[in-house]
Every structure is written in C-alpha cells, then in structure tokens.
C-alpha cells in the first residue's frame, strides 16, 4: 500500500502560499518538488542514464520558420538573468569576473550589455554583497543603451 501522507510541514508551506494569494499551479509545482526533495531525490542524473541525441531527435531548422515571428516577438517580455556574483577568487581575482577584459577590449559585461541591448531583451544581473558596487561602477562607465535591473 502506498504512503499517501503529506511530508512535514508541506501543509504550512501550502497554507502561506494560499494566503499570499499564489496561483495553484504554482502551489502544487511546489508541493511535486518538495516531495521530492524530502524523499530524498537529488536531482542528479547518472551519467549511465545519458544518451547522446540522434539525428533524427533534433528539429531541422527549417521547420521551426513558423516560429520566428512569435519569438521575436517575445523578446521584448523577457529577460536574460545572469549569475554576476562571483568574484573568482579561485582564479586569483579581487573583483566580479564579469569584468574581465575578454574580448576587443570588452569586458563580459560589456558584451551582455551589448547583447541584451541588441535582440531588446531586459539584463538581469544576479550581483552578490562583494560584486555589486563594482558592477555598478562598471555600467555608469560603460553607459549602456539600456540599463539592467
């Protein structure tokens, strides 16, 4: 017989959701998850279970014309979240890798700037305590075209 009970504390975390008014569909991804957490999956997929992808498991490209438009379209309501709070001190650095020169003299800041400019899609910068004056600085130099958030 299975175990149909709720997980400790999934019906306090539920009842916060509800209250704060979220959407179920929200609610009940969480609940799957934290089901699974709890029960003790990781997530992690053994290398034993991956398979290369065939040719015949990824789309021609000419298939995918009658999506352009749509995509295009959808670039103005997204955005690129990038993960800017590292400062490498592994690698020796004092400051976020992100403004490392990389490339023509551009740091890769610049380049996401620059490319978060170009298609029009909005640059989130995901900056930590020990990067984000320096991040800032940086974009007040640079002066982009548009700004991240």
């Given at each position: 017989?299975a ?21 179920k ?30 040719p015949e ?7 995918l ?27 020796g ?57």
């Amino acid at each position: 017989m299975a175990d149909t009970s709720e997980p400790k504390f999934l019906s306090v975390f539920v009842e916060k959701m509800e209250r704060e008014g979220l959407p179920k569909i929200v609610i009940d991804t969480f609940s799957h998850y934290y089901k699974k957490v709890v029960t003790g999956e990781t997530g992690m997929i053994p290398d034993r279970e991956i398979e290369s992808l065939g040719p015949e498991d990824i789309e021609r490209r000419e298939n995918l014309d009658g999506f352009t438009a749509a995509g295009e379209e959808a670039l103005s309501r997204a955005v690129m979240i990038v993960l800017n709070g590292g400062l490498g001190t592994s690698m020796g650095l004092t400051g976020p890798k992100s403004l490392l020169e990389v490339k023509g003299g551009k740091s890769f800041l610049e380049i996401l700037l620059n490319q978060a400019a170009r298609t029009g899609v909005t640059l989130a910068l995901m900056n930590s305590f020990s990067t984000h004056e320096e991040t800032q600085a940086a974009i007040q130099r640079i002066q982009p075209a548009r700004e991240p958030i």
